[in-house]
């Protein structure tokens, strides 16, 4: 595997394989967790592979600590508190913490941050 940019067109080829992998992962959520817990991974590994975050709308259905799927209901509680939405993660614990007023600055630093 070779390192550095992708064309955007693989880009944008990895980021619609990640929206359907999540958009599976969240059908079949109740009846097979452990499949949306393998699509998290597999959209994880895409996002590696192609050094491009995962979708804004999906980054904060699964938990940061131990990768699986959440399903507010169900394995996830969302709170807010303090001007930030916190996402507890039933399976293990972690609590995520996501401002609720997001400025732009922050929003792209925290994009390329996680190299
Ligand atoms: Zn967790």
Redesign the pocket.
Known sequence: MSRGKRPSWMIEIAIERMNILFENAEKQFIKHPERSNRYVELAQKLSMKYNTSIPEQWSRRF?K????FLYPGHNSSVRLFNESVNIL?E????IMKIPYRREKKNKRRAKYESK
Not at 91 to 94: A, F, I, S, V
């Open positions: 938990c600590n131990c990768n699986c993660c399976e293990c614990g972690h």
